[in-house]
Every structure is written in C-alpha cells, then in structure tokens.
C-alpha cells in the first residue's frame, strides 16, 4: 500500500518555475516506479514524466521534454517535478502516482491504468 500526498503546485507567470513534490509513505517505495499526470478541463487526464524505482530511468511526453525534469529521493520517500519554461498549456492540476510492477516498460508507464496508487493532485496555474 502507498499512499501520496503531492504539493508546490500554485500560480505562475508563463516563463517561470515551479517544483512539485510527491511524499509517499509505504515501506515499498523504494521499489515503486513513480510517474507524474496533469488533467486540464474538460480534457483526458494525460502522462507527463515517469522515473524508474532506482532513478536510474526516466521518460517524458514530449510537450514536457527539455521543460520538466523528474527525480526521486529513495530516503526522503519522495519524488519530484521540476517544472521550468512553463506555459500557458501546462495549466492543469497533477498528480503523482505509483506503479508496484518494478518493471520499466515504457510503453506501460505512459497509460494511466499501470498506476495503482494515485494523490489527490495539486493545481498549477500559469499565466500569460
């Protein structure tokens, strides 16, 4: 069982950064790949980064790639979105989520339904 708790969403000019983080409890994190999702209204909830148990993989969509940056840190049970460059588009709120298959697949970890464990989501506004 894990359980998220996301935050460090909130309004921002187009341009500017944001840092979300996603504190899990659970002792099986460590073994968890972890991903990130938005969902803007009135649209599909969509991926946005994914990183493997041990950080050593990661993966982006490619609205985000070279914008974003995903890291975890195994000790603090926690994973992070670095958000930079942002727009208008990225407007949205996020969520992290938790996939107990350690497998790295990244056709998998791209669809929503790999993820058991899901936040409650932070919004992320940005401005034009």
């Known amino acids: 069982q894990v359980q998220l708790v996301e935050s460090g969403g909130g309004l921002v000019q187009a341009g500017g950064s944001l840092r979300l983080s996603c504190a899990a409890s659970?002792?099986?994190?460590?073994?968890?790949?972890m991903g990130w999702f938005r969902q803007a209204p009135g649209k599909e909830r969509e991926f946005v980064a994914a990183?493997?148990?041990?950080?050593?993989?990661?993966y982006y969509a490619d609205s985000v790639k070279g914008r974003f940056t995903i890291s975890r840190d195994n000790a603090k049970n926690t994973v992070y979105l670095q958000m930079n460059s942002l727009k208008p588009e990225d407007t949205a709120v996020y969520y992290c989520?938790?996939?107990?298959?350690?497998?790295?697949?990244?056709?998998?970890?791209?669809?929503?339904?790999?993820?058991?464990?899901w936040g409650q989501g932070t919004q992320v506004t940005v401005s034009s």
């Open positions: 989520a938790a996939d107990p298959d350690p497998r790295w697949n990244i056709v998998a970890i791209r669809t929503a339904w790999e993820y058991d464990y």
């Open positions: 990183i493997s148990w041990g950080g050593g993989s990661t």
């Open positions: 659970g002792r099986t994190f460590s073994s968890t790949n």
